[in-house]
């Protein structure tokens, strides 16, 4: 059977106010705060999910809470916007005047994958976009029972990504010929990527910018970008398919949720492969995902060391249903 990535897994982003970043997120997005656990590599920062009801792969939009964070300045080599899956034109109009409500500031503008799409970003100028599904071969999530935002025009995952890079050629050829990406087509500065069923929840856009300075990261802006693998066994496949291309990558960590490999494309975008499983219940029952602070085993020994070192998530306030 032919190695193919089946989509995006989560984007994993920057924040300095994760009491506000969670607000916004939960409440004014109507997402589900799935797993509110610590950054395995830095464990004084916050790494927050948020996702669909279950946490599925494929929804999920995460941070890290690294409160002295500079603030994000976009150029090439970076994740400069992330396309979030809603469904239909009338979802799309439900959100617009949402965010009329609230004092949002958006644009209604085409995707580059040929649909209506939303932009807007959140406080700290993390640049998002709501686009139509209703045509997806890729699954979307299921819509969180809690959320503020009805079923209907409730966010169901991920649905694209925008790279900017400074040439196409590099970019395109890890894409492509490591990873196995189809090259659907260009307009403009950009060109179309897809991987697994393709169209939304499994495209990538590459948005080729040379005159633009070095992207520097921080705030509003966004760590990795990660893609999806179905089994253990595949995802070490892919370790192995990635080294011999001769590209840098990590070996395979146990992240427990998941398992994980990174490695940065010529371009400078941090890329990780993520499996599919274990999944967020795997340490918390599924109607209490996210209410207390998840450890992995490994760090369940450091506990009280690691809560002593956290800033307190104060409650956010509610956004009233429209």
């Known amino acids: 059977m032919a190695l193919e990535l089946s989509g995006l897994?989560?984007?994993?982003?920057?924040?300095?106010?994760?009491?506000?970043?969670?607000?916004?997120?939960?409440?004014?997005?109507?997402?589900r705060l799935v797993k509110k656990t610590v950054n395995q590599d830095d464990v004084s920062a916050y790494?927050?999910?948020?996702?669909?009801?279950?946490?599925?792969?494929?929804?999920?939009?995460?941070?890290?809470?690294?409160?002295m964070a500079a603030p994000n300045h976009p150029g090439r080599g970076e994740v400069s916007a992330v396309a979030l899956r809603v469904s239909g034109s009338e979802a799309l109009n439900w959100w617009a005047t949402r965010f009329d409500g609230l004092d949002i500031p958006y644009r209604v503008m085409t995707h580059p994958t040929g649909g209506e799409m939303v932009a807007f970003t959140d406080a700290e100028g993390q640049r998002l976009q709501l686009v139509d599904d209703s045509t997806a071969r890729v699954p979307g999530g299921r819509p969180w029972a809690g959320?503020?935002?009805?079923?209907?025009?409730?966010?169901?995952?991920?649905?694209?990504?925008?790279?900017?890079?400074?040439?196409?050629?590099?970019?395109?050829?890890?894409?492509?010929?490591?990873?196995?990406?189809?090259?659907?087509?260009?307009?403009?500065?950009?060109?179309?990527?897809?991987t697994g069923a393709g169209g939304i929840g499994a495209t990538v856009v590459v948005d080729v910018q040379p005159a633009l300075p070095r992207a520097r990261q921080g705030r509003g802006g966004v760590h990795h970008i990660a893609f999806r693998t179905p089994t253990f066994e595949e995802h070490e496949e892919w370790q192995r398919r990635i080294a011999a291309a001769g590209i840098n990558v990590t070996p395979v960590i146990d992240r427990f949720y998941f398992h994980s490999i990174y490695f940065r494309e010529p371009g400078g975008v941090l890329f990780e492969i993520a499996t599919d499983g274990p999944g967020f219940a795997t340490d918390e029952d599924p109607a209490h995902l996210g209410e207390s602070l998840a450890l992995?085993?490994?760090?369940?020994?450091?506990?009280?060391?690691?809560e002593a070192g956290l800033r307190p998530l104060t409650s956010p306030t509610t956004v009233a249903d429209d």
Request: proline share 5%.
């Open 9 to 31: 897994h989560h984007v994993t982003a920057i924040t300095a106010h994760a009491p506000e970043n969670l607000a916004f997120y939960t409440e004014t997005l109507g997402l």
């Open 47 to 67: 790494h927050l999910f948020y996702a669909d009801e279950l946490g599925s792969a494929g929804t999920e939009v995460t941070f890290f809470d690294w409160a």
């Open 296 to 306: 992995p085993p490994f760090l369940e020994p450091h506990r009280a060391q690691i």
């Open 147 to 194: 959320s503020s935002v009805p079923e209907e025009q409730a966010i169901r995952g991920l649905g694209a990504v925008t790279l900017t890079v400074g040439r196409l050629e590099s970019t395109e050829h890890v894409l492509v010929d490591v990873l196995g990406f189809r090259k659907t087509g260009e307009q403009g500065s950009m060109a179309l990527f897809e």
